[in-house]
């Protein structure tokens, strides 16, 4: 036995593996108390100020405590010291390995002596898990079945750290939480924790971040206890069985929302509200107008709090609880209208929920929205003339697009109004105006999709050279990625306009992905086709993994954007101008399998819709030219088919997903925020100088 031990230093790594293999057997026939050579070898090297000692070390205790744990047990306490101070060498990802598969071998072996060194334990293990995931995923992957012996052995360990347990599987694994507290029966403890965190007052004097007066709506709050609470019952209610949920979940709801503390009202109506995308059949069907009550009756309550969650969960039912909400329009315009009616004298977070819920519910309404657009139009265009606060500006001109989206034709009224408002912003060449420009830049473009040819082609050829004057003169790719989608509307509009702009446009896209180093195999040339153009970009299948790789680019979006949700601009280009259908049918062989392939493998939201919106305008261009493959339709079909049933991956937890607070990230003209920009003077158009 000792010299099994003399050697072990001094071999390679394979044979110190088989080494502390052959350890663990003796261990099996000699107690560690006989082997006294065994435990001094095991102290000196675990503690040893060589990283590479100490690896080794603990794979020897790993292996002799794996192959005999209980006559460890006299040793439990001091050895559970020694570990939680390994877990904290955060950079040795081998040691830490090691590490915790010791902690699970010994944790069913653990009595009450031990218990509350367990439990210190804790916040150290899920800090070395997240540096074990970063370093090697199929270890961490490994030493998380830490966390199922817990729950096994003693379920008491844990619950003081369920919360920062269930938030840790939620950022890495969130179809373990749901998995596991079916099985281990934890929903109770799970609620009971983080409850109290989601209704919490904040400290004397203070305010929750989503409350405060210089408050955005940007998303800074999302890290916050409160956020982190409710995207657990968010998390749950998208993969839970609602009955199971609803059972403990109701009564801890009820008991908030009846509660005569603000917080207590304003934790309730939180709850409502994340449960209302992954429940929605349930509460569609058993609970949408006692629900739809409670949120009405938080409009006018007393406290601001309280009528900003309202504001809020009013906005999550009217996205995800379609067509049936819509049915309650009477009752909600009219609280909707009031509350804006004083936008200069709210906090800017509340304005800004409050247009988050107005602009869901109206894109669902439809013609139902005409008896409401005189009020909507002066409410908006006020916002946009008389008021000084950008945000608000922006918030106004974003809810301008969510009311055409509905209207359509009913607009024309405002048309011109609304065009003299945006003026000015289109152009503005200053960098506090720019969130507002590419804002207005995106309603200009819903504008030309849903008023009428007739209506918006005198135009259509200014707003191409808009387009192009903004990208020549602007570094910035939210505003690449406006002017892509001012394009596509055009096109529909007006698609002879572009004719003379195709090689400036299609250049300007191809630097575009050239600078993401996307597409290194591509020239860059001013006479490049469009058919090689397009060949090119969609047979890319590692855009994502260069995206990744690229962090210090300042085109964000671009390429993913310009690939998918655009691709009907130069589709119906590429139609209508001098390609063959031949070269079509070839394009559309190479363009669908991508779409359909991007619809069920995408994690972000908003591709996966920009990518259905564009495969629907592919569609609608092309008619029966997309279906000369034989088993196109039924591809399509079972994708569809894949999204209702929500079998694709952007509907499993979501990962980057802002769940509260958030400021328009899905509706279908909101722009997504990017990062600094490079800012030079803009010459003005025509139309809009």
């Known amino acids: 036995m000792s010299c ?28 560690p108390d006989h082997w006294p050579a065994l435990l001094q070898l095991l102290t000196q090297s675990t503690k040893s100020g060589n990283p590479h000692d100490r690896q080794v070390g603990l794979l020897l205790l790993n292996k002799v405590i794996e192959s005999n744990p209980e006559p460890f047990k006299p040793h439990y306490c001091q050895l559970l010291q020694l570990l939680r101070s390994v877990l904290e060498d955060h950079n040795n990802p081998t040691a830490l390995y090691y590490c915790i598969l010791t902690l699970t071998a010994i944790t069913a072996f653990t009595g009450t002596e031990e218990m509350h060194l367990m439990r210190s334990i804790l916040p150290n293990l899920i800090v070395a898990l997240k540096c074990l995931i970063k370093a090697d995923e199929n270890q961490a992957s490994e030493a998380m079945e830490v966390f199922n012996e817990l729950m096994e052995s003693e379920v008491s360990i844990i619950v003081p750290h369920v919360a920062d347990i269930v938030r840790f599987f939620l950022e890495v694994r969130p179809e373990c939480v749901i998995s596991t507290v079916l099985k281990q029966k934890l929903l109770n403890p799970i609620l009971q924790a983080i409850f109290p965190v989601l209704t919490a007052a904040p400290a004397p004097g203070e305010q929750d971040p989503e409350d405060e007066e210089d408050n955005s709506g940007d998303g800074t709050d999302n890290e916050s206890p409160k956020h982190c609470a409710a995207q657990i019952i968010d998390t749950m209610a998208l993969h839970m069985p609602p009955e199971k949920l609803f059972q403990q979940l109701m009564p801890l709801t009820q008991t908030c929302l009846a509660s005569e503390n603000p917080y207590q009202r304003k934790g309730g109506l939180m709850c409502l509200a994340v449960l209302a995308e992954g429940c929605a059949d349930h509460i569609r069907t058993k609970m949408l107008k006692s629900v739809l009550q409670t949120v009405c009756q938080s409009l006018s309550d007393s406290s601001e709090v309280v009528r900003s969650a309202g504001l809020f969960a009013l906005g999550q039912f009217s996205e995800h609880l379609q067509p049936e909400v819509s049915t309650y329009c009477s009752e909600l315009m009219p609280l909707l209208l009031g509350y804006l009616s004083s936008l200069n004298q ?4 509340h304005v800004t929920k409050a247009f988050y819920a107005l602009e869901n519910f109206m894109e669902n309404l439809g013609a139902d929205i005409e008896p409401y657009l005189p009020t909507l139009m002066e409410t908006m265009l006020s916002a ?27 607009l024309v009224p405002y048309f011109t109004p609304v065009i003299e408002s945006l003026k000015g912003f289109l152009t503005t060449t200053t960098e506090e105006m720019r969130s507002l420009q590419t804002q207005s830049l995106d309603t200009l473009s819903v504008l030309a999709r849903t008023i009428g040819k007739d209506v918006f082609s005198p135009l259509a050829a200014e707003c191409v050279q808009l387009g192009l004057n903004l990208t020549d003169t602007i570094d910035d790719p939210d505003l690449r990625r406006c002017t892509y989608s001012l394009y596509s509307a055009v096109s529909i509009v007006s698609p002879d306009c572009l004719t003379p702009h195709l090689t400036a446009i299609t250049t300007v896209m191809l630097y575009a992905l050239k600078s993401t180093l996307v597409f290194e195999i591509l020239p860059i040339k001013t006479n490049i086709s469009i058919s090689h153009f397009l060949f090119y970009c969609f047979q890319e299948k590692d855009t994502e993994d260069f995206l990744e ?7 964000h979006d671009d390429s993913a954007l310009l690939l998918f949700i655009h691709f009907n601009f130069l589709l119906r280009c590429f139609c ?16 669908v399998p991508c779409f359909l392939e991007t619809v069920r493998t995408e994690p972000e939201r908003h591709v996966v819709m920009g990518v259905l919106e564009s495969m629907n305008s592919v569609i609608k261009s092309c008619k029966e030219v997309v279906f000369k493959n034989p088993s196109r339709l039924k591809e399509i079909s ?13 509907m499993d937890g979501h990962p980057n997903k802002s769940y509260l607070f958030i400021e328009f990230h899905r509706n279908p003209h909101a722009r997504w925020q990017t990062g600094p920009s490079l800012w030079a003077p803009l010459q003005k158009s025509s139309m809009l100088s």
Request: proline share 1%.
């Open 4 to 31: 099994c031990l003399s050697v072990y230093f001094l071999c390679r790594h394979t044979v110190q593996h088989s080494l502390s293999q052959l350890c663990a057997v003796m261990v099996k026939h000699e107690t």
């Open 549 to 555: 790789d690229d962090k210090e680019t300042d085109i």
């Open 346 to 349: 709210a906090k800017i977070g």
């Open 576 to 591: 209508t101008s001098f390609v063959p259908h031949s070269a079509l049918l070839k394009l559309l062989d190479i363009v």
């Open 638 to 650: 079972h994708a569809i088919r894949d999204v209702l049933k929500k079998k694709v991956r952007v």
């Open 384 to 410: 946009l003339n008389n008021t000084d606060n950008l945000k608000i500006k922006e918030l106004a001109v974003s809810a301008i697009g969510a009311i055409a989206n509905a209207a359509k034709e009913l």
